[in-house]
């Protein structure tokens, strides 16, 4: 119960900053310098739980603050900070009620299962192609058997391409607007088409079934 009520309270203390202090937030990740980076990783741990601003807007407003290599690096560790967090909370907060509602779904738990045996690929891919939601990620393998350094260590190589290729949309963006757009619009593309793909080969998948 101690558990459960101290990972409530440091959810509403994260929504709680990130909802009343954004503009503020903001302001001083635009000013760059030592606290700003600070201030930067802070807020992007941040939107890993709760979109104050969406994330490719503030990796990219990084990008342009810092540049690509240090652009990318900050967003990488306030990623990395905000998942793992998440993924603790959602092991050690919620886990045994959250186990009790998992029982009911034969479903849920066969998934629970593949998890557990191919955790470091199903990490893999799910962050290089989001077809499940990152929060949900974070929850099913916080609620899983799978070890936090598999989940850390298949989180960061899958985050990279996405927060490398923000930062530099963003570090060019002021130079070359529609390059930036193209760039990030293209890469949406190919995730989006995959996703296609996966949706509709699991719909006949199923229907052949």
């Given at each position: ?21 954004k ?8 000013q ?136 530099y ?11 930036a757009?193209g ?27």
């Amino acid at each position: 119960m101690f558990k459960r009520i101290l990972s409530i309270g440091i959810l509403l203390i994260i929504i709680a900053i990130g909802l009343l202090q954004k503009d503020e937030l903001l302001f001083l990740v635009k000013q760059g310098g030592a606290l700003s980076i600070i201030i930067s990783m802070l807020f992007v741990a941040i939107c890993v739980f709760f979109p104050v601003i969406p994330f490719p807007v503030l990796a990219g407003m990084i990008g342009a603050v810092f540049g690509t290599a240090q652009g990318m690096l900050i967003s990488l560790t306030g990623a990395m900070a905000g998942t793992m967090v998440f993924f603790f909370i959602s092991r050690y907060g919620f886990r045994d009620f959250a186990q009790e509602k998992l029982m009911k779904y034969p479903k849920v738990q066969e998934y629970d299962e593949f998890l557990n045996r191919n955790s470091f690929l199903a990490i893999l891919t799910c962050r290089l192609i989001p077809v499940i939601p990152a929060p949900v990620v974070n929850i099913i393998c916080g609620l899983s058997q799978v070890k936090w350094l598999t989940f850390l260590t298949a989180s960061l190589i899958g985050k990279i391409p996405n927060i490398l290729l923000l930062s530099y949309a963003g570090a060019t963006f002021s130079n070359n607007k529609l390059y930036a757009f193209g760039l990030y619009g293209i890469y949406v593309l190919i995730i989006f088409v995959i996703n296609f793909v996966f949706i509709y080969r699991k719909q006949a998948k199923s229907s052949s079934d």
